[in-house]
Structure formats: structure tokens, C-alpha cells
């Protein structure tokens, strides 16, 4: 790599990943520059690394956390204030049954605790309704959302590496009610659910950062983006009246006139916003 092509990495890292560097949960998260069991170009060399030891003995989450999350969860106000949305509970503590490789990619990969309270306070009108996280990646927002709500949750991903750690959370845990799949989400048919996720899943065909991406597990091509964003437009326009999207640093296209933003609130870098379906 070149000089000049390094310094465009560090500044693009610093300025640009989907949550910076500057954010409280970068701050409270590992401390490492070098993602752990990656090959110098940041994809995981083989299966061992992703589910190494660690992770295979340990996929579960305590009582105690859940315990802290749920409680944490209460104290928040209803619709959260901008100053009470901060959570009382580090990532660090859900992130630890993750493989070492997605747990440094958590800060700017994977939904934040503090971040999917606020989606759960947010639904909280919304009780039992079908629930998609389009690009679920590990499965942190729908775990979290399992403890957090009664949504019936689904996960679909891409990336098979990702869908098998999201389902080895699930089993290992005895999670009812919430279910990973390995899908392309242009293939879904976002009129099956009832409320639709979206964390700026394209973002990686038309710009990403050496450092954070996930795996070159998938071809990145600029084509991708405008094919997807073009395909989610669509079947947005097409979702039945009262449906509810909700995006985290957007997803990379237009919202149609026929939906009606609810909530829009600037948290960790980015804007969580919320619509509903007129
Ligand atoms: C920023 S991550 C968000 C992960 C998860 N939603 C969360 O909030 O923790 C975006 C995810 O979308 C996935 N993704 C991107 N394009 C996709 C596609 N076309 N089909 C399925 N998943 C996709 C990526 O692999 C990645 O895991």
C-alpha cells in the first residue's frame, strides 16, 4: 500500500466509518489497531479463526447482563430523551461471545446496545409484530431486541460466516422466537414483516474502509448499490399502511413521499430515524 493510499484509509476511518472512532462505544471497545485472526487483508483466513476456541466454549450470554440490559432498558424515558439514551451497559459485555474478528469490527459494524434500546423503546407500541433486520450480520440488534421487546424477530444475511454465528448464539442460548437465515436481501419480500431494519447494508460496494470491512467474502461492485437501493425503493412503496421502517446511517437511498418520518435522532455518528407507512 502507498503512502498516499494509507493516509486516505486512516482519514476515511477516523471520519467516515459508520460510526466513528470518537463514539462512547469505540472508546469502551478493545483497544487493538489490528483486527485479531485476520489475514493481512482483513478477511478471515479460514473457518478456525472465526470460531475459535474461545467462541465455541463460550457463545453464552449471562443473567447477569441480561438482567442489566432489561433494567437499564426501564430507566430509560418514553420517547427517550437525546441526554438518556446513553446506556448503562458497555458493548464490551455483549461483544465477548463474539469471535475475537467481529468483536473489533463491533463499534462499527453491529448495532450498539445504547442504539438498539432506543429502536426497542421506539416499538414499544408495536408488540408482537413481525420484525426483519435486513443484513443481520452476528445477530446483535435482533438478540438484543429478543430480550428487549416481544417482536417476533428474523435475521437475514448474506454472508454465511455471519448467519452461522448469529445461529450458534441462538441454540447455545435457547432462543425462541427470533431466526437467522442466509439470504440476499433483495430477494426478500419486505411485505411479509411488519417492521423493516436497515443499517446501511450496501455502504461496503461504494466505499469502505481496508480496516473495517466485514470479509471479501462477497464482490463489492458500485452496481450492487444501485441495484439494491433501487430494489428496497420499490418494495418500500409497496408495504401495507402502518408498516415501519427504521435505518441507522440511512441505506444509501430515498425513503418514498408515501411514508412519514416519526422519529429522526443523531446518535453515535449517524441518524436513527423512523417512519411509518401512510
Ligand atoms: C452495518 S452491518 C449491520 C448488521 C446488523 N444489522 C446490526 O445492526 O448489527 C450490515 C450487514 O448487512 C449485510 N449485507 C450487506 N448487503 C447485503 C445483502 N445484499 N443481503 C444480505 N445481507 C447484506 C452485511 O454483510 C452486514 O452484515
Redesign the pocket.
Known amino acids: 500500500m502507498t503512502f498516499f493510499s494509507a493516509a486516505i484509509g486512516i482519514f476515511y476511518d477516523i471520519f467516515f466509518s459508520?460510526r466513528t472512532f470518537l463514539s462512547k462505544s469505540s472508546f469502551s471497545g478493545p483497544p487493538v489497531m489490528k483486527p485479531p485472526n485476520a489475514s493481512p487483508d482483513n478477511s478471515p483466513a479460514t473457518s478456525d479463526d472465526i470460531f475459535s476456541e474461545d467462541f465455541k466454549r463460550a457463545p453464552k450470554i449471562s443473567e447477569d447482563f441480561v438482567q442489566k440490559l432489561q433494567k437499564s432498558f426501564l430507566e430509560l424515558g418514553i420517547p427517550p430523551s437525546p441526554t438518556s439514551v446513553e446506556s448503562l451497559i458497555d458493548d464490551l459485555e455483549f461483544d465477548q461471545i463474539l469471535p475475537p474478528l467481529h468483536r473489533f469490527l463491533s463499534s462499527a459494524?453491529?448495532?450498539s446496545i445504547n442504539v438498539a434500546q432506543l429502536v426497542a423503546k421506539w416499538l414499544s407500541p408495536y408488540q408482537n409484530k413481525k420484525f426483519l433486520?435486513?443484513?443481520?450480520?452476528?445477530g446483535?440488534?435482533c438478540i438484543l431486541l429478543r430480550y428487549l421487546t416481544d417482536l417476533e424477530i428474523y435475521g437475514?444475511?448474506?454472508?454465511e460466516s455471519?448467519v452461522k454465528i448469529s445461529q450458534e448464539i441462538i441454540q447455545t442460548n435457547a432462543l425462541h422466537r427470533i431466526t437467522f437465515e442466509q439470504?440476499?436481501?433483495?430477494e426478500v419480500k419486505f411485505a411479509d414483516y411488519d417492521i423493516i431494519?436497515l443499517?446501511?447494508?450496501?455502504q461496503?460496494h461504494v466505499c469502505y474502509s481496508e480496516t473495517l470491512i466485514?470479509d471479501k467474502t462477497i464482490e463489492l461492485d458500485r452496481k450492487f448499490f444501485l441495484e439494491?437501493t433501487a430494489k428496497i425503493f420499490e418494495e418500500l412503496k409497496n408495504l401495507k399502511k402502518g408498516s415501519v421502517l427504521i435505518t441507522?446511517h440511512g441505506y444509501g437511498g430515498k425513503v418514498p413521499k408515501t411514508w412519514t418520518l416519526k422519529y429522526n435522532q443523531f446518535v453515535e455518528g449517524g441518524f436513527l430515524s423512523m417512519w411509518v407507512k401512510d
Open positions: 459508520r459494524q453491529w448495532t433486520d435486513a443484513g443481520s450480520g452476528v446483535k440488534l437475514v444475511e448474506q454472508r455471519l439470504r440476499n436481501i433483495h431494519y443499517y446501511n447494508p450496501f461496503e466485514i439494491y441507522f
